[in-house]
């Protein structure tokens, strides 16, 4: 067991990983040098890495890559996506190549507003915390001008504070119920700072108002924070196309393959064994470009999820329906990200990112984030409808198999070759690799 350390964040880069190899690699040298491998050559940008966060002591590399083909309300994309998953891009590539012969994807933001709250216990009278509240709404709002000031002037701010009254549900527990505006940033500074430059004014002037008792001037803050849940913060996304248009197979035709789509979007409607990983097929596409854009992807996936169980059950974020000849598929999700502010303008391949989009506003990341998913949720049904989700998982995961075998590049293709028109599975792929290795047994 590792001793307990104080003053760790204190020492040095070195001297971190020097207790590391002490008392967890029992000073191997081989974890040093992994931990070393992983440094960037360039100090500049090591340090920029470094200091994104508290003891870093290495880069944890995932895959960026690039999914092209998107065509998105009229315009062409290459979208930036950072994930792990084999199969996850180039699902995504091959969804985004379908939909471009058949009139590419319509996206359309339907609301921005997003949300803060101040949690506080007021011990007294509601009627008379109302008339309060009502009382030094302005000055709430004035108190955050110097904070505000910059936002409005890009059209943002706050646009509405509500008081709650939750006592109902808690004794003495209310809430200031703040609506914000934040339009390209994400906001969580400028909502967090506004909360609690209101909460302070709260009760200061509560302390002045000459109609509460003493123990009504005293409100206790419990905490001021913004809601990752953003349910007034959508973006639209959908394709449509002819019946005909659809994919067939040997085993369906267009129109068998419509039904069976719409069935399996409807499963994961009612059922949510199957939504979790339905949406979390969504995820796929949506975090992906969420984390090469530099946003928070915690804070779209609380959101997301807790939308998809806005009703009271958890469902699909997708919907698809066939009307007389026309098939759509379409997603609604809330999506509060931003492209100022945080890593965009700090991280090189965020901003590399960006570039590569076009340097988007926050609008237009949301319309091709949700595009993003909705590939991925065509891509992955698409799949599981037809032959079934190994094949393509299999054959995307071929390479880490080998990998796993320190195969060598002839290996790789030989084997490549071979796994093209054969089923990949991991026993078969160590079959085959031991054959190339030793041909006699
Ligand atoms: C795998 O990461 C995602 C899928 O399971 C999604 C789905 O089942 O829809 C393929």
Redesign the pocket.
Known sequence: MAPIVSGFSKLSKSDKIQWLAQHHFNNNTDAISIIKRYWNSDEKLQQLHDEFTENTISNYYLPFSVAPNFTINNKHYTIPMTIE?SS?VAAASKAAKFWQNRGGFTAEVLSVSKVGQVHFNFFGETEKLTSFFEQIKERLLASTEHITKNMQKRGGGITCIELRDKTAEIDHYYQLHCTFETVDAMGANFINSCLEQLASTLQKEALQFPVFSEKEKNIEIIMSILSNYVPECIVRASVSCSIEELPKTKELSSEQYAHKFVQAVKIAQIEPYRAV??N??IM?GIDAVVLATGNDFRAIEAGAHAYAARNGRYTSLTSASVTENTFLFSIEIPLALGTVGGLTSLHPLVKLAMQLLGNPNASELMQITAVAGLAQ?FA??NS?ITTG?QQGHMKMHLMNILNQFDASTKEKELLASYFSTNTVTHSEVVAQLQKIRNPQT
């Open positions: 998953e996850v990983t339905h979390k097929g796929n949720n992955a049904i599981l989700i």
